[in-house]
Structures are given as structure tokens and as C-alpha cells.
T-cell receptor, first 113, second 113 residues
Framework: GDSVTQMEGPVTLSEEAFLTINCTYT??????LFWYVQYPGEGLQLLLK?????DKGSNKGFEATYRKETTSFHLEKGSVQVSDSAVYFCALTSQGAGNKLTFGGGTRVLVKP | DAGVTQSPTHLIKTRGQHVTLRCSPI?????VSWYQQVLGQGPQFIFQYYEKEERGRGNFPDRFSARQFPNYSSELNVNALLLGDSALYLC????????????FGPGTRLTVL
């Protein structure tokens, strides 16, 4: 079945540091890939997505590229802010699975001033 | 426009009881999905509904059931509650056929004592 593996946290960074969160996946066919963010006490917000190989999703300074050859969708941001402190989830939907999102376990990021 | 709304925000129940959680999708969205997020883990897919019919089901026991109403709102019911049912229950809505654009509500925090 489908699965998503992402690096465990917590990841602790200083403000303006570079952030990378690794995500790899297993899925049949050609999945769509997502990064969601969850701020403390809140639900999930879609951060970015990519629907086909080599697509780059980007939003709020975050980027991720759909790499089919390595089955990866790593999240990056060049200069983090304290407000980026949150839990980040990598997820996918696969063909024929309807709306079902398969999530990774989440990576907590803490940015210190 | 209002986003996805869920009620109640928090709920405390004891083992063996029954619970009903409610979700109102974004106006115009006819598809609703439910997820369970245990503390420290990624969300797990429970159900998808549209046009008042179940369209997908995750690996959850029959104690979990749901339904969708003519106004596209939805209820999630859990019978014979177990301690392990303690979690954040998330609802997501989307346009039919738009699995890549799902919007999440803030969730209902269920605690089973």
C-alpha cells in the first residue's frame, strides 16, 4: 500500500537558518504530493503541492520538487522565521484512491530567535 | 467565506460511551473526508463521503460510522469508545473530483477516560 516516510524531529534551528525536511514515498502509479503545516492547536493547512514528476511546488518561501526517480519530495526554505515553528506533514494521494490522503508521521520544527 | 467548521471543539467521554462529531464543509464543497490524528502521529484516513454515499473507507473497525446529509454536512459516530480512540478528529472538504484541493477544519479533540 501507499506510505510516506519523513525525517523525525524535532528540528531546532536559529532564525534565518536553512531548513530541509526529507520525505520519501511509496505509491502505485503517479501520486500527487503535498506538504501540510499544523500550527499549535490548529488544523492542517496546505502549504504546497505538486501533481507530476519534476513539478516544483512553492509557497511562503517554501519549496519542494517532485522527484520520481528518487521517490522524494523534500521541503526546503532558505531562511526560516520564528513564525515557521510548527509540525510539517508530507502526504500523497494516489490514483484510484479518491480523496484519501496518506500522511507521514510529521516533523516538528522549532525556530529560535 | 467560512472555512470548514467542526463541533464540538473538545469532548471528554468515558470508555464504552458513544460520540457524535459534526462537520460543515465549505460552501459549494460536496465531498467530506474524516481523519483521526493520534497525538504525535500523522492523520489517518477514516472515511470519504459525497452525494451522501460512502466513497472510501480506511482501516478502522465497524465501531466507526459516518453519514452525510442533503446539505453536505457530515457526522462521524464512534460507538463503544476505547481509550485508544482519544485523538484529534479532522474533517476535510473539497469539490468532487478535486482530491488535490482539500481544506481541513480545526478538528475535534476527543479524550476518552
Amino acid at each position: 500500500g501507499d506510505s510516506v516516510t519523513q525525517m523525525e524531529g524535532p528540528v531546532t534551528l536559529s532564525e534565518e537558518a536553512f531548513l530541509t525536511i526529507n520525505c520519501t514515498y511509496t505509491a502505485t502509479g503517479y501520486p500527487s504530493l503535498f506538504w501540510y503545516v499544523q500550527y499549535p492547536g490548529e488544523g492542517l493547512q496546505l502549504l504546497l503541492k505538486a501533481t507530476k514528476a519534476d513539478d516544483k511546488g512553492s509557497n511562503k518561501g517554501f519549496e519542494a520538487t517532485y522527484r520520481k526517480e528518487t521517490t522524494s519530495f523534500h521541503l526546503e526554505k532558505g531562511s526560516v522565521q520564528v513564525s515557521d515553528s510548527a509540525v510539517y506533514f508530507c502526504a500523497l494521494t494516489s490514483q484510484g484512491a479518491g480523496n484519501k490522503l496518506t500522511f507521514g508521521g510529521g516533523t516538528r520544527v522549532l525556530v529560535k530567535p | 467565506d467560512a472555512g470548514v467548521t467542526q463541533s464540538p471543539t473538545h469532548l471528554i467521554k468515558t470508555r464504552g460511551q458513544h460520540v457524535t462529531l459534526r462537520c460543515s464543509p465549505i460552501s459549494g464543497h460536496k465531498s467530506v473526508s474524516w481523519y483521526q490524528q493520534v497525538l504525535g502521529q500523522g492523520p489517518q484516513f477514516i472515511f470519504q463521503y459525497y452525494e451522501k454515499e460512502e466513497r472510501g473507507r480506511g482501516n478502522f473497525p465497524d465501531r466507526f460510522s459516518a453519514r452525510q446529509f442533503p446539505n453536505y454536512s457530515s457526522e462521524l459516530n464512534v460507538n463503544a469508545l476505547l481509550l485508544g480512540d482519544s485523538a484529534l478528529y479532522l474533517c476535510a472538504s473539497s469539490l468532487v473530483g478535486r482530491a488535490n484541493e482539500q481544506f481541513f477544519g480545526p478538528g475535534t479533540r476527543l479524550t476518552v477516560l
